[in-house]
T-cell receptor, first 115, second 113 residues
């Protein structure tokens, strides 16, 4: 158990819908990262927040957004869902941010299926 | 741009045999390197990491990895594989100022009884 929690574990929805994925970082961690894992793209970085502020952005679609709240939990919002958004979404956390000998600890993931 | 290559998509070894999973990286500065393991339906678990110092690093579950700067490699090894080691293994490099990890495509390990 990494100490990072993600809810829900599974999500099934229809195209065009909007969903919210939730992540609680390890106690004491200020950074939260979101990754998407799909069969064709592998593990792709989406976005990072540090202490409530967006710090880095990766291959995140405009239909996707995220935020980190004062209690440091984070939510990833996916809207206008398409079939291709079906994937495993991971949250990870670290004390600071990578580049400074930090280690990211991953949650169990949320498996999203868009029908 | 930084990148990670895991040349082997799928490897099958017999239980009790030794294992080496290959990882090559492309990075301009001194890399911070990681190996993660993902069991079916599970999240990513950190096996080991290299930041600096001794180039041979020990991890959990009896795994070790060796950083070789001259070969831009960070191969993962285990002397004797157990059936429970069957999983997918990911090598990653710290993306530095990008603030994220860059992952290889993964190597799926199957273990024969």
């Amino acid at each position: 158990d990494s100490g990072v929690t993600q809810t829900p574990k599974h999500l099934i929805t229809a195209t065009g819908q909007r969903v919210t994925l939730r992540c609680s970082p390890r106690s004491g961690d200020l950074s939260v990262y979101w990754y998407q894992q799909s069969l064709d793209q592998g593990l792709q970085f989406l976005i990072q927040y540090y202490n409530g502020e967006e710090r880095a952005k990766g291959n995140i679609l405009e239909r996707f957004s995220a935020q980190q709240f004062p209690d440091l939990h984070s939510e990833l919002n996916l809207s206008s869902l398409e079939l291709g958004d079906s994937a495993l979404y991971f949250c990870a956390s670290s004390v600071g941010w990578v580049g400074y000998q930090e280690t990211q600890y991953f949650g169990p993931g949320t498996r999203l299926l868009v029908l | 741009a930084q990148s990670v290559t895991q040349p082997d998509i799928h490897i099958t070894v017999s239980e009790g045999a030794s294992l080496e999973l290959r990882c090559n990286y492309s990075y301009g500065a001194t890399p911070y390197l990681f190996w993660y393991v993902q069991s079916p339906g599970q999240g990513l678990q950190l096996l080991l990491k290299y930041f600096s110092g001794d180039t041979l690093v020990q991890g959990i579950k009896g795994f070790e990895a060796e950083f070789k700067r001259s070969q831009s490699s960070f191969n993962l090894r285990k002397p004797s594989v157990h059936w429970s080691d069957a999983a997918e293994y990911f090598c990653a490099v710290d993306g530095g100022s990008q603030g994220n990890l860059i992952f290889g495509k993964g190597t799926k390990l199957s273990v024969k009884p």
